[in-house]
Structure formats: structure tokens, C-alpha cells
């Protein structure tokens, strides 16, 4: 089992002892693409998955989801937050059994999704249907001195409902001088460079599990492609995620750190628990 290095209450701590930080920002890494982003005081939960719903699901399935990772918090636990956002309707990116007790301890807690996944998203968590904040790609929206964009996803391919509105996403977040793009679960796609490269991102989050179809779910960017990605859009560090949660999808990240070397582009890969800051920047 994979430990964190903060959990629990350290976790808390270490999120409040910085929470008066009005120059930088703080992103810690809740495991596989779930992430909590902290600056100038307001929280975003960005793709959290904090439970073991999937691994009680497929318990005696052909595709055991089985945790080589520990759990780094309980959503009871966390600290106040502000925001939640899911980049599609995929159970470890929209986790009923996390953002459930997030909202219910936050009441003006706003959750943030694919338009398109509106209903799926609200049958799931049994909330009234105005209560999400809907985006389409393309569309922006201003959460104080935060703005998160969502551009497309393709997981596998860029897929879309009835009124053209994509069901999967990513989310760029500006926050004043800084840029971080967080990909979602997602494969390259025909204009994304262009697309990212415009938003001029400092750091991109992608996954690295890679695309193999004997795992028999949708696929991911593998570190040499997420890799060269970085390095077509220019942003300065990469942060891999989508790895080491489940031990049927995963990848290694030693092979990452030897492509990320080998390619001269710099990345920060964070332990469970740990945290970067834009202060390294």
C-alpha cells in the first residue's frame, strides 16, 4: 500500500497553515486525478475521488478495482470548500460518496461540470437540477481572483450530446500571474496544442495510465505523450496523475521521471499528500 506523506488532520494542517497566503498558490494531490487547489482563501476540489465506491462496485468482476493507494482524507474532514469541479461523469472524477459530504458541510459549496452531463450528474447525486454550474468548452467563468475555462476532452474520442455540448472536459484555471491546466481524463486530439497553447499554461496536470484496451476503460495520454504535449504548448512543469490509485491501471512513474529527464522538461511529481506551491516557480 501506497502511503501519503500528510493525511488526515496533518492534511488539514498544513492546508490552513498556508491559507494566509495571499502571494502563491497551493496544490496538494488527493490521489489519481483529485487535487485540492488553494488561493487567496478559497478552495477548489478539482476532480476529487475520496472513497472506495469503485472497489466495493466491482468486487468479484473480471475488473477488480483494487487500491494500491491509501486514502489521504475523508471529505468530512477537509476544510471549507468553495468549489468542486468534475470534468466528466466517470466515478472516480464525479464520486457521489465524496462530493456528496463536501456540499452537505459547505451549503454555498458550487459544483462545477459539463453542461452536457447536467442530468446524469444530478440523478447520480440526487440534487435539483438548477444546482450545478454548467460550462460548454469555450466558456468562462470568474470565482474571485479565479477563472476556470473548460475546453475539450476526448476520452476516448471528444464526445458530444444532442446540442453539440461536450461531455468530457478539462479545466484552465488562471489565477492573476499563473496558469495551471488540469486535462481531465483525455487523449491527444486534432488542434489541442494550438488550443492549450493560446492559455500560455505554467503547469499542466495529465494523466499518464496510458491506453491499453485490455483494461477494458476508456484511455489516457501515456507519459511520453503527455511528455511531448508539455512540450508543444510551451508550459513550463508538468504533474502527473491517473496513476497508482487502482492496480489494474496504472503506470510507472519512474519511467515517467526517466522521459521527463531524457526530454529536458521539467515536472514535479508529488507524493500523496504532498504539495506544490508557485513558489518553486
Known sequence: MIRAIRKNNEFVKDIVANSTDDHNFYLWWLGQSGYLLQYKNQRILIDPYLSDSLT???????????RISELVIS?????AINFIT???????????????PVLKKNKDCKLLIPEANRKFVCDRLNIEEASPI???????????????????AAHNTIEKDEN????????????????????????????????LKSHKPDIVILPINGNDPKRKVAGNLNS?????????IGARIIIPCHYDLFEFNTADINYFIEAAIQKNQD????????KFSSSEL
Open 86 to 100: 468534475s470534468s466528466h461523469n466517470h466515478t472516480d472524477h464525479l464520486d457521489a460518496e465524496t462530493i456528496l
Open 267 to 274: 515536472y514535479c511529481v508529488l507524493d500523496l499528500g504532498g
Open 224 to 232: 511520453d505523450e503527455a511528455i511531448e504535449l508539455t512540450k508543444s
Open 134 to 152: 454548467g460550462l460548454d468548452a469555450g466558456d468562462t467563468i470568474r470565482i474571485g481572483n479565479i477563472s476556470i475555462t473548460a475546453v475539450p
Open 164 to 195: 453539440g455540448k461536450c461531455k468530457f472536459l478539462g479545466y484552465i484555471f488562471k489565477l492573476d500571474n499563473w496558469c495551471i491546466y488540469h486535462s481531465g481524463d483525455t487523449l491527444l486530439y486534432d488542434g489541442m496544442s494550438e488550443l
Open 75 to 79: 471529505p468530512e474532514e477537509l476544510p
Open 56 to 66: 466495493k462496485k466491482y468486487t468479484n468482476t473480471e475488473k477488480p478495482h483494487i
